[in-house]
């Protein structure tokens, strides 16, 4: 393989569709919903159409619950395909294989260009195998699995790399077609070119030329009946008039497969994109290794030998990840809008977005950038909106009902945005909050010592005092309730810290929180003047 200098494009004046490929035998990790992000992002840049396709033709290796996952994941990020599964073909499937899939996240019709499940478009792919076949450019081939075994096992022993041995390269098509009628099983393999090179062009890499040599006539339907996906994608590309290929980087190896099977079909090739990597903290590609830490693809759990673990949506849903913020953070990592901003709402991604800001070098997954910017993000949300996205981890938490009723939610608005500043997820809402929905706090063992018993009958005085002064202000506002607190801590002698300190302790239970006024004000009348009075028996205590 040899890489030109020359950087020359392979352009295309086609209207722009792209896809997303994904196969339904696990729960992906981000790098591949990264890639899609970017195929995404060229379609809405260009007015084109996004595309998803399952690619499941892998039957053996589908795992229930992982297409409904993808589909979620999609529309999580605010990334639903213009064209994909709809209700006819998803009931279709095999439930025990594929799972249920709620039909509301699915769309009456799917597309113009469906079936888009690989399963369901066998008899167009034994199409292109017989033209391939009848051509001369694809031939039956009968070796079993244990001789092909034997080949790779004796070039490991010699050292050398294994290469097909092309035995049935040119055996006659109709005694081929004799042994298959007899029941005979056998593999169709495509007749890459065996002299010469090979040419790609890539979007972000140029021309690359790889030797005929190096490359095996590889497998385009399988003993099952079913093509792999050199085959398969190659035809759906071409089928939905793909202009772009947008994919990961471990598919560069295949690439001549793919290249050589467009030119032998006589069919326009998509512009190919290689996207970089994505790494995590410790520069080793996402994978399965990393499946410890949600963030990049969890191992899944299991419940009745199914999966139930999520991904992105766990992210989400369970840890307080904003889809804006994730959005921002993914097309950020291998690609640049050519300037150091960082912050980029969607509408702007879009209008900046370029396939040749793309970097061909990895990508970092930088979890404590995606911490700081979803926190950028929670900030300017506005309180509404904020209490919106907090009550599904408060109800989590069991601090509010599952339907809060219009006064329930204005006092959880009025609850987070006190503490909007400290959050970085979502899911920390509950612990800086929790103090607000119950009907006592939970107090600090060392807290009460240190700042209500410490003071003993004084302190209990001081805050059933304090009660009775704020139970009789007639509007209760922050204004107010500072004056009252501040003219009874005068009474008694206390000031600054003195004051302040033990009253969060006794209406919070916690020596830290918001603006101490501001959280009385919220809190309300009744809930302050309880709390108080239960401090002041703690500090006699």
């Not at 916690?510 to 401090?535: I, K």
Request: proline content about 6%; charged content about 25%; overall charge negative.
């Amino acid at each position: 393989m040899t890489q030109a200098s020359d950087s020359s494009h392979t352009t295309s004046l086609r209207p722009v569709r792209t896809r997303f490929a994904p196969s339904p035998t696990g729960f992906l990790h981000v790098g591949a919903f990264r890639t899609a992000l970017f195929s995404w992002l060229l379609a809405k840049q260009h007015q084109g159409q996004f595309i998803l396709r399952v690619e499941d033709t892998d039957q053996n290796r589908l795992v229930p619950g992982s297409l409904e996952n993808i589909i979620r994941s999609l529309q999580a990020l605010g990334m639903g395909y213009d064209e994909g599964p709809d209700k006819a073909s998803v009931a279709a499937l095999d439930a025990e294989k594929y799972g249920s899939v709620a039909s509301e996240i699915l769309p009456d019709n799917g597309g113009a260009y469906g079936s888009y499940f690989q399963s369901q478009r066998l008899k167009r792919y034994d199409e292109i195998l017989e033209q391939l076949l009848e051509e001369g450019k694809a031939y039956f081939a009968f070796e079993t699995e244990e001789e092909l075994e034997g080949a790779r096992a004796a070039a490991t022993a010699r050292k050398l790399p294994y290469r097909y041995s092309r035995r049935y390269r040119d055996y006659p098509l109709g005694e081929a077609r004799d042994r298959i009628a007899k029941g005979e099983p056998a593999v169709i393999r495509f007749k890459m070119p065996i002299t010469g090179s090979i040419r790609t062009v890539d979007r972000l890499r140029g021309e690359t030329y790889w030797e005929a040599d190096t490359q095996d006539d590889f497998v385009i339907r399988k003993m099952d009946g079913f093509p792999p996906y050199h085959l398969a994608a190659v035809v759906d590309d071409y089928d939905m008039k793909i202009s772009h290929v947008l994919r990961g980087e471990e598919w560069i190896p295949s690439f001549p497969k793919h290249v050589c099977l467009y030119e032998a079909l006589g069919w326009e090739q998509p512009v190919w994109v290689h996207t970089p990597n994505v790494l995590g903290p410790d520069k080793k590609k996402l994978s399965k290794r990393h499946g410890a830490n949600p963030i990049y693809g969890p191992v899944p759990e299991y419940k009745d030998g199914k999966p139930t673990g999520e991904m992105l949506l766990g992210l989400v849903n369970q840890e307080g990840y904003l889809p804006e913020a994730l959005v921002n953070f993914l097309a950020l990592i291998g690609w640049s809008p050519k300037d150091d901003t960082e912050i980029l709402p969607l509408a702007e991604i879009i209008a900046r977005f370029d396939v040749d800001g793309i970097s061909p070098s990895p990508g970092i997954f930088d979890q404590e950038k995606l911490r700081w910017m979803n926190g950028v993000y929670i900030r300017q949300l506005d309180k509404e909106t904020l209490a919106d996205r907090a009550i599904p981890f408060l109800m989590a938490a069991k601090l509010v009902s599952e339907h809060p009723t219009p006064p329930e939610r204005h006092y959880i608005a009025d609850v987070v945005v006190l503490e909007q500043e400290k959050f970085h997820r979502l899911d920390e809402v509950p612990q800086y909050t929790d103090f607000f929905f119950s009907g006592l706090p939970e107090y600090n063992e060392g807290s009460v010592r240190k700042l209500l018993q410490k003071s003993g009958e004084a302190m209990a005085t001081f805050l059933t005092t304090l009660a009775d002064d704020l139970s009789v202000v007639p509007v209760w506002n922050q204004e107010n309730v500072e004056k009252v607190t501040r003219d009874t801590g005068m009474r008694f002698g206390l000031e600054k810290g003195n004051l302040t300190h033990p009253v969060r302790v006794a209406v919070s239970g916690r020596e830290t929180g918001p603006s101490l006024f501001e959280m009385l004000t919220v809190l309300g009348q009744d809930r302050v003047q309880m709390r108080l009075l239960h401090a002041a028996e703690l500090a006699r205590a």
